[in-house]
T-cell receptor
Framework: SQQGEEDPQALSIQEGENATMNCSYK?????LQWYRQNSGRGLVHLIL?????REKHSGRLRVTLDTSKKSSSLLITASRAADTASYFC???????????FGAGTILRVKS | GAVVSQHPSRVICKSGTSVKIECRSL??????MFWYRQFPKQSLMLMAT?????????EQGVEKDKFLINHASLTLSTLTVTSAHPEDSSFYIC???????????FGPGTRLLVL
């Protein structure tokens, strides 16, 4: 079942602007991951943040995790047209390796 | 590294026929493979988890007799959609991982259209 809710559902920004996407979940987790999906393609892993971490950076990506609020955010700085894609958060249950994906945010970066 | 392929990328079939989709890990041994279904503009829904050499574990609501999964080797899993119907038309994505790894590596997906 879906446990992740993401907002916004869709985001349209100009190239160079920052894009922030949020994800909320319901159960306790070990890790939270963010994936990207280009239209009609498979998913690409972006970043993993552990439940005992609060913030993580990778290039132009910044992820935060607030376990007390059961929420995470993905910030893409200085966006490019090539960042246009759908972005999904995914959480894993404490007792397994299955991932539960959020509803996703469709990001469109206009050049 | 960690490349996963899927074949075919697109398939169109007539209602009532069966379709087999292959998922291969090209440069690693996948102890676990996952099969997802994604409808347009929706998220991924896990259908089943497949461990090499054992029976797949299906998610609630997924018919195991309709979606046959075989994970006979550490680099290959297959999903067979039996007696496909138009409502089975969807985007099917596999992913693969190995013991202890939390990240999943995804194939490019297979778009199935049942006429």
């Amino acid at each position: 079942s879906q446990q992740g809710e993401e907002d916004p559902q869709a985001l349209s920004i100009q190239e160079g602007e920052n894009a922030t996407m949020n994800c909320s979940y319901k159960t306790s987790i070990n890790n939270l991951q963010w994936y990207r999906q280009n239209s009609g393609r498979g998913l690409v892993h972006l970043i993993l943040i552990r439940s005992n971490e609060r913030e993580k950076h990778s290039g132009r990506l910044r992820v935060t995790l607030d376990t007390s609020k059961k929420s995470s955010s993905l910030l893409i700085t200085a966006s490019r047209a090539a960042d246009t894609a759908s972005y999904f958060c995914a959480t894993d249950a404490r007792d397994g390796n299955k991932l539960v994906f959020g509803a996703g945010t469709i990001l469109r970066v206009k050049s | 590294g960690a490349v996963v392929s899927q074949h075919p990328s697109r398939v169109i079939c007539k209602s009532g026929t069966s379709v087999k989709i292959e998922c291969r890990s090209l440069d690693f041994q996948a102890t676990t493979m996952f099969w997802y279904r994604q409808f347009p503009k929706q998220s991924l829904m896990l259908m089943a988890t497949s461990n090499e050499g054992s029976k797949a574990t299906y998610e609630q609501g997924v018919e195991k007799d309709k979606f046959l999964i075989n994970h006979a080797s550490l680099t290959l899993s297959t999903l067979t959609v039996t007696s496909a119907h138009p409502e089975d038309s969807s985007f099917y994505i596999c992913s693969a991982s190995w013991t202890g790894k939390k990240t999943q590596y995804f194939g490019p997906g297979t778009r199935l259209l049942v006429l």
